[in-house]
């Protein structure tokens, strides 16, 4: 017997009455049963944001979701977006000398835990960085950074992008600053950890920032890639109590392992479809 076909879906809309009952009652005549639905009114903005897992017996695909929606999506005017659960996303992870979270990422990949279709790592360090890691089932491509020929690097990465079909970009500490062209050609499918609780300490070294300021909480942010560096929409965050006793490799210590946790989470609420773009914020619905 096959299992049945399950779909995610999200909408974005401003908020009205009868978006719900239009929603659901679309589903039904479809034959569709709904299995978990969330809803958020962001009375700020007066937009309305829902995600809804579902399924049917009968066969379908996305497009077919999106075209018996294609009625509601226009009354409502909404944004929607549908996902087969079935179909795992292709992900290009870019990574540089530090490998913590790219090895976190591996792991969970291999685990099951992260359910995605990695298509290539990217690095501005040749494979031996690596030695340690097992990537002889990815395809590795080293992209160095030369002096004034980042616009021809950039291009590069692009086009790996659009040859493997790549649907989410993963930067797990790739410490290079991406253009203004590369960060606008990604928005919302690029997804950046950095190592500070944002907003502040930015810039280099945040941790010995932190540690001059005496700070009792350090922690990172995992958000989406945007021109605005360090200003993307914020998607997961996480901190760790320290003492005046800490010093700055005992910050950066702790620090990786808040940094490996909230990127993950975050790369996980993306492939789930946890995540709506809502301006410079973000909607993530609860697990």
């Known amino acids: 017997m096959n299992t ?3 779909f995610v879906m999200r909408l974005a809309c401003d908020n009205r009455p009868g978006i719900v009952a239009a929603m659901t009652g ?5 034959g569709f049963n709904i299995e978990d639905s969330q809803q958020f009114d962001d009375q700020g903005t007066d937009r309305f944001f829902v995600r809804v897992v579902f399924s049917r017996d009968a066969a379908c695909d996305e497009d077919g979701v999106r075209q018996l929606m294609a009625p509601v999506v226009a009354e409502f005017g909404m944004d929607i977006s549908v996902h087969d659960l ?6 290009l992870l870019l990574a540089s000398k530090q490998d913590h979270c790219l090895a976190d990422l591996l792991y969970r990949w291999r685990t099951g835990e992260l359910p995605m279709e990695i298509v290539g790592l990217v690095s501005n360090h040749p494979r031996d960085t690596y030695a340690h890691l097992e990537l002889d089932a990815i395809p590795f491509h080293h992209l160095p950074v030369e002096k004034d020929r980042k616009p021809e690097q950039e291009a590069r990465v692009m086009n790996v992008i659009r040859e493997t079909g790549t649907e989410l970009v993963v930067l797990a500490r790739y410490m290079q600053i991406l253009s ?4 606008r ?3 919302g499918r690029c997804i950046n950890i950095h190592h500070s609780f944002l907003p502040g300490f930015k810039g280099a070294k945040p941790y010995h920032q932190a540690h001059e300021r005496g700070v009792k909480l350090i922690g990172a942010t995992a958000h989406y890639v945007t021109a605005d560096l360090d200003e993307g929409q914020i998607i997961e965050q996480d901190v760790e109590r ?4 800490d010093q700055p490799d005992v910050l950066v ?3 990786r392992d808040i940094e490996r946790r909230v990127l993950a989470r975050a790369v996980r609420y993306h492939l789930e479809d946890r995540v709506i773009l809502n301006g410079s914020k973000t909607v993530v619905f609860p697990e």
């Open 4 to 6: 049945p076909p399950n």
């Open 26 to 30: 679309a589903l039904f005549q479809a």
């Open 86 to 91: 079935r179909r795992r996303r292709r992900v």
């Open 180 to 183: 203004d062209d590369l960060s």
């Open 185 to 187: 050609q990604l928005a």
């Open 242 to 245: 320290i003492s005046h006793r």
């Open 253 to 255: 210590r702790k620090g």
